[in-house]
């Protein structure tokens, strides 16, 4: 007989004793960050960075969406080394609006 108790509304198991907000079940993309990252404090400013660049490229996407497209992002921007970005001038710019990976919904 198991004396486990019931898992609260909206809280998901997974293996071993892992609990997942039911948001972060699934896909895989979605159980990783949450188990890794989502609600964690962040102390690095790049990673800083990179959560609050990500935060502001969702806006009319889904989170999942951009989760899928982090490595293109990361690639994009230069790994989110904000003292590298810092020196980007037109062309970069020019250069990032022409890339085939960037977001549809990016308008200038």
């Given at each position: 007989?198991s004396s486990a108790?019931?898992?609260?509304a909206?809280?998901?198991?997974?293996t071993?004793?892992?609990?997942?907000?039911?948001w972060?079940?699934?896909?895989?993309?979605?159980?990783a960050?949450?188990?890794?990252?989502?609600?964690?404090?962040?102390a690095?400013d790049?990673?800083?960075?990179?959560?609050?660049?990500l935060?502001?490229?969702?806006s009319g996407?889904?989170?999942?969406?951009?989760l899928?497209?982090?490595?293109?992002?990361?690639?994009?921007?230069?790994?989110?080394?904000?003292?590298?970005?810092?020196?980007?001038?037109g062309?970069?710019v020019?250069?990032?609006?022409?890339?085939?990976?960037?977001?549809?919904?990016?308008?200038?």
């Amino acid at each position: 007989m198991s004396s486990a108790l019931p898992l609260p509304a909206g809280i998901v198991a997974g293996t071993g004793h892992i609990r997942r907000c039911g948001w972060g079940a699934e896909p895989p993309i979605y159980q990783a960050y949450h188990d890794d990252e989502w609600g964690r404090p962040v102390a690095d400013d790049g990673r800083l960075f990179e959560k609050l660049c990500l935060e502001g490229f969702q806006s009319g996407l889904s989170w999942l969406t951009i989760l899928k497209k982090r490595a293109n992002f990361r690639r994009a921007f230069a790994g989110f080394d904000f003292h590298q970005l810092a020196r980007w001038n037109g062309r970069d710019v020019d250069r990032l609006l022409g890339r085939k990976e960037r977001p549809s919904h990016w308008r200038c």
